[in-house]
């Protein structure tokens, strides 16, 4: 027998088999190692990533913190730089409340004795030191004045009062405080309110007068010869109101074109020799300004050197809408004046009937009588107030202080006490407190104090007072308060 062996192809050897079956594990595990090499790298890389962007947000991070951190510290800075502000507003102020009060004490004084000294018989240079003496206390204290209306200006504590008032009145009255000063230089002073101008407005009379006042007092002041005019006209319409327009005019010395700019700025003159010659604190016409801007208008100014000065400024007001419009035709050469003498150009006849009556008077208390009590601690203060109401024909009492003051009136009724503020043991505001819970309404209480400002007022209306006056006290305003008070007291009390 033949044996036959037939040999299968090589794909069908166990040993090829084996071969492909270790090429295929290789074949697997070459891939395995690919992929977890290739998963190694992405993890590597991935970490790479995250930790270049922790990085990054740590970096943004740290920006925030410290942008937060300088933010903080710029609102602190801020918060200490407003309060350290509100610091230095307080003590200016508090500073110029004290300087005012310090200068207007003995201001009182000087002022109230030659007041005095003016009611005795005199020979002419005697009365010439006298009105020397009267003339700088004045000046000086229209200095202390202006400094304190800058201060609340400037601090925003000025706050108009609107109310209704009678237009051509407010300019008469400003009229009248200069003319025997214009009679005295041969100076004309004449008014103008042209058609259209309502009689009565809502605006601050107060203010409005301080303007006028100021404006028409350097007008005169600067004016040699000639004439001082003041013209007032109706303006544009708007929503807030009309426009009024005021404008006055001198033939004075003028004001150079290059230094009209100064005029506005505070404690400016546009000569120092101006200073020297005339005086004044360089504030009026700021304070002007302020005050104009305040009350929603603007002011302006044309001069020339030599030929005078025309002030220009304007208003925001109302009329009273149970007035009206009216037309009001007041042309004013002769603006009748509140004792009926008349701006004449006969300057020996005004000056002859503006002699003035003494105003001292015993009569006065007989025509106005009151039982009154005077609370002053300052020794000077007390010899003229108390020789005031003595010449006016009072026989008053003198407290040292408020506990003297209870003291009294535990004694004694009385119609009226004249307060002091700042006085040793207890104080005017808190004696008058104490009163006005003893004692209801009655007595009438008047402050007489130096404290001038806007806040000082409100307090003493505030603890229960009924009337206030501010140092110096001018014997003609302590005598119209006097027959105010009178009047108020033989009122019926309101429950």
């Given at each position: ?53 922790t ?17 903080q ?37 000087v ?12 020979d ?135 230094q ?111 039982n ?15 020789r ?23 004694q ?80 019926p009390v309101?429950?």
């Amino acid at each position: 027998t033949i044996k036959i062996i037939i040999i299968p192809p090589y794909w069908q050897t166990w040993w090829f088999r084996i071969l492909c079956g270790l090429a295929f594990i290789g074949l697997y595990y070459s891939f395995y190692l690919y992929r977890v090499n290739f998963i190694r790298k992405q993890r590597i890389e991935l970490k790479k990533q995250v930790k270049i962007r922790t990085e990054e947000l740590l970096f943004v991070n740290a920006q925030l913190t410290d942008q937060k951190t300088q933010e903080q510290n710029a609102r602190l800075i801020a918060e200490k730089a407003m309060d350290e502000a509100h610091k230095a507003s307080l003590a200016k102020t508090t500073f110029l409340a004290t300087m005012s009060h310090e200068i207007r004490t003995p201001m009182n004084g000087v002022l109230g004795m030659a007041a005095l000294l003016a009611e005795t018989e005199q020979d002419s240079e005697q009365r010439e030191y006298t009105d020397a003496i009267i003339t700088s206390g004045e000046s000086l204290l229209m200095v202390i004045n202006d400094i304190l209306d800058f201060s609340k200006i400037e601090s925003g504590k000025l706050e108009l009062d609107y109310q209704a008032f009678n237009l051509s009145k407010c300019v008469q009255d400003v009229l009248a405080l200069f003319a025997f000063k214009a009679a005295e230089t041969l100076i004309d002073i004449d008014f103008h309110i042209a058609d259209g101008v309502p009689p009565t407005i809502i605006a601050d009379s107060l203010r409005l007068r301080q303007v006028l006042t100021n404006l028409v007092g350097n007008a005169i002041k600067f004016t040699h010869k000639g004439s001082v005019r003041i013209m007032v006209t109706a303006g544009n319409t708007t929503s807030a109101g009309f426009e009024l327009h005021f404008e006055i005019t001198d033939t004075g010395i003028g004001i150079p074109a290059s230094q009209i700019g100064q005029l506005f700025q505070p404690f400016k003159q546009v000569d120092s020799s101006i200073t020297r010659q005339y005086g004044g604190s360089g504030l009026g016409l700021v304070i002007c300004e302020r005050l104009v801007t305040l009350m929603g208008g603007n002011i302006a100014v044309k001069s020339q050197p030599g030929a005078g000065s025309t002030f220009t400024f304007c208003i925001t007001c109302n009329q009273p809408q149970q007035h009206p419009a009216t037309v009001l035709t007041k042309s004013g050469s002769q603006p009748q004046m509140p004792d009926g003498l008349t701006l004449a150009a006969d300057k020996e006849a005004l000056l002859k009937a503006g002699i003035k009556k003494s105003l001292l008077s015993d009569q006065f208390a007989t025509q106005h009588p009151l039982n009154i009590l005077v609370a002053e601690d300052n020794l000077m203060n007390q010899r003229l107030i108390l020789r005031v109401l003595d010449k006016l024909g009072y026989h008053p009492a003198l407290a040292n202080d408020g506990e003297e003051v209870l003291i009294m009136m535990s004694q004694k009724p009385y119609d009226l006490i004249l307060m002091d503020i700042q006085m040793p043991k207890m104080d005017g505001l808190e004696t008058t407190r104490i009163i006005r819970q003893l004692y209801g309404a009655r007595p009438l209480i008047a402050a007489m104090t130096a404290n001038a400002l806007n806040d000082d007022k409100e307090n003493c209306m505030n603890a229960g007072m009924d009337e206030y006056l501010s140092k110096p006290i001018s014997i003609e305003i302590l005598t119209h308060k006097l027959a105010a008070l009178f009047n108020a007291l033989n009122e019926p009390v309101l429950k």
